[in-house]
């Protein structure tokens, strides 16, 4: 009877301690989401991505982290609806707004990309401008549930700005050289790659000077998720990426 007793006393140790090893390891993996087929932050359609500026940035940040990650690409909704419900931890690139900051805890920013006001070459004169009244005039280009930073949207609604809504950058780009839309918003990364992968378009797009917004990237976590106390350790991995110019090498990869 003893030797029973003390058998199954060491099935109970070993089972807790395998138990405390599997918590241990998925308490040390953190689930990402990012955009499919958003170059220059990824490309591929769907499953685990193995190119793109979000997967290098994760890699770099999660070789000083002592976590693991799991990354894989969804459509933009998707990604959303996972840091609402917290079936997954976090989204790899994202620009703070009111309404992500409801559902959302960011990092510190580990990218700066500028926007810029985007137009056809074939127009007559070019354009500049100094606020978004500037702008009135125009049809403008931009795509459902991009960030385009407070000012915008202030503007949008007291000056009545004319907005032509679409799913895709892609489809600006199109309407754009129809002169279907005057101008169209987008960040200098995803315009400058869109135009790379699809050479028809070089030469006949150029943006105005100023920039209508300096985009700080970050990660950002699910206010659901059990993760979120990474969040001081991946900003002190960052500080010290920027301050080593980690970061700038990666992202010079890139641009």
Same mark, same amino acid.
């Given at each position: 009877m003893r030797r029973i007793i003390e058998s199954l006393s060491l099935y109970g %140790?070993? #089972?807790?301690?395998?138990?405390s090893s599997l918590y241990a390891s998925e308490d040390n993996i953190i689930l990402l989401s990012e955009e499919a087929n958003s170059p220059p932050y990824s490309y591929e359609s769907d499953g685990t991505p193995t190119k793109g500026l979000s997967l290098a940035l994760m890699n770099g %940040? #999660?070789?000083h982290l002592g976590a693991k990650m799991d990354l894989k690409l969804f459509p933009w909704k998707r990604c959303l609806i996972h840091m609402k419900q917290g079936t997954r931890d976090a989204l790899t690139v994202l620009s703070i707004n009111e309404e992500r900051k409801?559902?959302?805890?960011?990092? +510190? /920013?580990?990218?700066?990309?500028?926007?810029?006001v985007y137009y056809s070459a074939a127009r007559e004169k070019g354009i500049s401008w100094n606020s978004f009244e500037d702008l009135k005039g125009f049809k403008i280009g931009v795509v459902a549930g991009f960030n385009y930073g407070k000012e915008f949207e202030k503007s949008k609604k007291e000056l009545s700005?004319? %907005? !032509?809504?679409?799913t895709r950058l892609s489809q600006n780009f +199109? $309407?754009?050289?129809?002169?279907? %839309?005057?101008i169209m918003l987008a960040n200098q990364a995803e315009a400058g790659e869109f135009i790379r992968l699809n050479p028809k378009y070089k030469g006949k797009i150029k943006h105005a000077?100023? /920039?209508?917004i300096v985009y700080q990237y970050r990660m950002?976590?699910? $206010? $659901? !998720?059990? $993760?979120r106390h990474f969040i001081p350790k991946i900003n002190d991995v960052i500080k010290k990426m920027k301050s080593n110019g980690e970061l700038d !090498?990666?992202? !010079?990869?890139f641009f």
């Open positions: %140790i070993l #089972f807790f301690l395998m138990s %940040i #999660f070789a409801e559902f959302l805890e960011f990092t +510190e /920013p580990h990218l700066e990309i500028k926007g810029y700005l004319q %907005i !032509s809504e679409v +199109e $309407k754009l050289t129809l002169g279907r %839309i005057d000077e100023k /920039p209508y950002a976590f699910s $206010k $659901k !998720s059990n $993760k !090498s990666i992202v !010079s990869n």
